[in-house]
């Protein structure tokens, strides 16, 4: 085995079923070297751990953190590395133009794309791209977990940080800096988004109102439903109410969906990462003035207009719960406030207001996933005796979130009569 130097290579490769082949070890060895910039470093040992399982993408098919000693001149060094997986799946998820088509991630590394991005925002290295047996594709990676707090709920000026760097990245391409061209890369994220939503979101009924409910949000069975007061907030009465006047809202508007998305088109465009959840955000211990931000899963890159990543941002981090209950109305400003500020730093001076409109539409059509989400919850609240705190506080939150996704839907409409003199 070249540059392996360890007599027990068969048996580690028995324990690592992740690595299943002398070549796939030869992969491991190139990409260790890289990463020390040692061509003679020569690997003692190593050991494989999946990472996220059972959150991963439909096109992904594992994602490993690899750590192991190697030596070079007599010393020993430890490393870490990251190979992640990505598999063919269904029919859709072959189209180039798909926002998850399955190949990107690995265009996108063999295009060299991610190595000078503007501003400050920067991606992992890839050392290595395996066509492997099984049909798979590996991507041999940089771990650049070290570098980044481990908090689930992150604070407010973390959040606009982020947003600011966001505005930077975009700005540039928004004053001169060109936006690349591969067939590869999404043109249209949120309208192949909600295509796929309204293919995989759950089926959804009209909820039923019951008579002989007061505003005691008791439930089925005659227990008393702790929803807490974020969803009588929401849209007021008992919970069926609550979610009858969310169903209609929702019908409505999706009716309008495929108008909505199209007019984002007239947006400035820019490139964009579309997948800003928090585990994809690597921030710096310190921030000074020349931090850089780290993102992971450039699987949905797209060219989208300027705004609309923010509807990522912070929607599916309040999702999530990485945004507090308390801080989600605050967050909504203080992201698209910073993101302006990082615009503007970047010599963007444009109409701020396009960027609100990308903003505020993407953040409504999170709703085409995520009320047909909060109305199995609803449902499933209200026909069983059990109580369950983690189910009513999952409802209570979602609740405040589809209270912002309504109330940026009417801004959205607003902004459009404004802007483009649309009804």
């Known amino acids: ?78 490393w870490s590395l990251i190979l992640k997986c990505i598999r063919p799946d269904s029919a859709e998820k072959e189209d180039v133009t798909y926002h998850n088509y399955w190949k990107r991630e690995a265009e996108i590394f063999s295009s060299g794309l991610l190595d000078h991005l503007p501003g400050r925002i920067i991606a992992p290295r890839c050392f290595a791209i395996q066509d492997r047996p099984d049909q798979t594709i590996g991507l041999w990676m940089e771990d650049v ?13 973390d959040w606009g940080w982020i947003a600011e760097r966001i505005g930077e990245f975009h700005g540039a391409y928004l004053t001169g800096t060109s936006l690349p061209q591969q067939e590869w890369i999404c043109p249209y994220w949120l309208k192949s988004w909600v295509r796929g939503c309204r293919q995989y979101a759950p089926s959804i009924q009209e909820p039923k109102l019951e008579s002989g409910r007061g505003d005691d949000d008791t439930g089925a069975r005659g227990r008393h439903i702790g929803v807490g007061d974020s969803v009588r907030y929401a849209c007021g009465g008992s919970k069926q109410e609550q979610a009858h006047s969310i169903w209609q809202w929702f019908n409505q508007y999706s009716g309008q969906m495929d108008k909505v998305i199209n007019s984002l088109d007239p947006l400035p465009r820019v ?138 839907s009417s801004e959205a409409a607003e902004l459009a009569h404004t802007l483009f003199n649309q009804e």
């Not at 490769?13 to 020390?36: M, P």
């Open 145 to 157: 977990s070290g570098h980044s707090k481990c908090n689930h709920v992150w604070p407010l000026d």
């Open 1 to 78: 085995m070249k540059n392996m130097g360890s007599a027990n290579e068969q048996e580690q490769l028995g324990q690592n079923s992740i690595l299943q082949s002398t070549e796939d070890v030869e992969y491991l060895v190139r990409s260790v070297q890289k990463l020390l910039e040692e061509p003679d470093a020569v690997i003692q040992s190593w050991k494989a751990e999946p990472l996220n399982p059972g959150l991963l993408n439909f096109t992904t098919s594992g994602i490993y953190r690899i750590r192991g000693m190697a030596t070079i001149v007599g010393a020993s060094l430890s």
């Open 271 to 408: 490139l964009s990462h579309q997948d800003l959840a928090q585990g994809n955000i690597f921030m710096p211990s310190e921030r000074l003035d020349d931090s850089v931000l780290t993102l992971i899963d450039w699987q949905f890159m797209s060219i989208s207009g300027v705004g609309e990543e923010l509807g990522k941002l912070f929607g599916v981090n309040a999702s999530f719960g990485h945004i507090t209950a308390e801080d989600i109305f605050a967050a909504k400003e203080e992201v698209f406030n910073r993101y302006v500020h990082g615009l503007r730093t970047a010599g963007w001076m444009g109409d701020e207001r396009l960027a609100r409109y990308g903003y505020c539409v993407a953040v409504a059509a999170r709703s085409m996933w995520e009320v047909p989400e909060w109305l199995k919850w609803v449902e499933q609240s209200c026909t069983t005796s059990d109580i369950n705190e983690e189910l009513d506080q999952k409802i209570s939150t979602r609740a405040r979130i589809i209270t912002i996704q309504k109330e940026m």
